[in-house]
């Protein structure tokens, strides 16, 4: 068994690593890495690796042999490393995840995911190619509970560019490489995790942090959010890459019904955490003109000076929430991956480790 996994030194896919590595898979891994040298490689990973609390007893399997020097933005860098025509699974974790206009977005996310499908599809051992899209590709135009659909929204149904380029890597790869063993796989929303909160990253949670502080949102108070921790992403992401005999080559990885949770009950429970009164009622449902006449008197507040940053930020994720979308994941539960915990179930968790870290700070992992 060769494993490849990209994306180890980022959130998602560092932890779909971290759990890898304590199940013993050390020596079976080829990673991926942006890097001058194998050396080099293998420091960034295990950072990442310390940032997920991994025992050096596991981290320390990894050596410079696991690493692969590349670039999805410059494919040339790994197309011909003969080990690509040894990986029998794949977990394609690797993407720009950032919700600012990247100048290279398609180039990494759609040019560079095709080039990895071309390298690995010479393997002759090759079982299967799990790609991480995600579900918010399903565009702006839907309602209500989404089922898994490979019919997407194009580019002007999308919120942002970065939810387009994940849409259009799935359609480019179920075209051109329709005899790839391929299994899509869409997270939700995907916020802390459940035993190291915000540690690894705090991609979205500064969102719940500044719309209490706000104290109003582009959603009301009963729409719904569909969040899932990043450990038990990594562990459905795992379920997908090696359960054999799967019925379906499409999954939401996500909250559901079962677990998807209200703005009021979320808020709620970010109120317990930190020890505040919850916003209840005086919670307000305002609109993106309000947004800009707030945010300026929330920066100060915060002590950050691009008050246009963090109204960009209010407008972008407030148009992902005001969709109230629940994903449907009764296919992933049907494989046996079981329910997902419920955010307000680890929000305690996230508060705690973010004692000492600025909304700033956290947005940096949203706004790269």
């Known amino acids: 068994m060769r494993i490849l996994v990209t994306g180890s030194t980022g959130f998602v896919g560092g932890a ?3 759990q890898l590595l304590k199940d013993g898979f050390g ?3 080829l990673l991926l890495v942006r890097a001058r040298s194998s050396s080099d490689g293998l420091a960034r990973v295990r950072a990442a690796m310390d940032r997920f609390r991994v025992a050096p ?13 590349g670039d999805l933005a410059q494919p040339v860098t790994f197309v011909d490393d003969p080990r690509m025509r040894r990986v029998t699974h794949v977990i394609h974790a690797g993407a720009i995840a950032s919700f600012s206009a990247h100048p290279q977005l398609d180039t990494v996310n759609v040019t560079g995911t095709l080039a990895l499908a071309r390298a690995v599809a010479a393997s ?24 898994e659909s490979h019919e997407l929204a194009l580019a002007d149904h999308q919120v ?38 915000c540690e690894p990253s705090g991609s979205i949670f500064w969102m719940f942090r500044m719309v209490q502080l706000l104290g109003a949102f582009t959603c009301g108070l009963d ?28 999954y939401h990885v996500s909250a559901g019904e079962g677990s998807a949770r209200t703005i009021r009950e979320i808020e709620a429970a970010l109120a317990r955490a930190r020890g505040v009164a919850p916003l209840g009622e005086r919670f307000r449902h305002i609109g993106d003109a309000e947004i800009d006449r707030l945010t300026p008197a929330l920066a100060r507040q915060l002590g950050h000076g691009n008050s246009r940053l963090m109204a960009k930020a209010l407008h972008r994720y407030g148009a ?18 079981p329910p997902p915990p419920a955010v307000t179930d680890y929000l305690d968790v996230c508060v705690r480790s973010s004692e000492a870290t600025s909304v700033a700070e956290q947005m940096a992992w949203d706004f790269k």
């Open 16 to 18: 779909v690593v971290a």
């Open 27 to 29: 020596p079976s891994l």
């Open 57 to 69: 007893v596991h981290r320390l399997t990894l050596t410079e042999t696991n690493i692969v020097c």
């Open 124 to 147: 002759p051992v090759l079982e299967r190619f799990v790609h991480v899209g995600t579900a918010m590709a399903c565009g702006d135009a839907l309602s209500g509970l989404v089922k």
């Open 160 to 197: 942002v560019a970065y939810t387009a380029s994940k849409a259009e890597a799935e359609r480019r790869l179920r075209s051109e490489w329709p005899a790839l063993p391929l299994v899509i796989a869409r997270p939700s929303i995907v916020v802390g995790h459940t035993r190291l909160g």
């Open 223 to 250: 729409d719904r959010l569909d969040v899932v921790p990043v450990d038990y992403c990594a562990d459905a992401l795992i379920d997908l890459a090696f359960l054999p005999g799967l019925r379906h080559d499409l």
């Open 320 to 337: 992902f929430a005001a969709l109230d979308y629940v994903f449907d994941n009764r296919r992933l539960l049907g494989e046996g991956t």
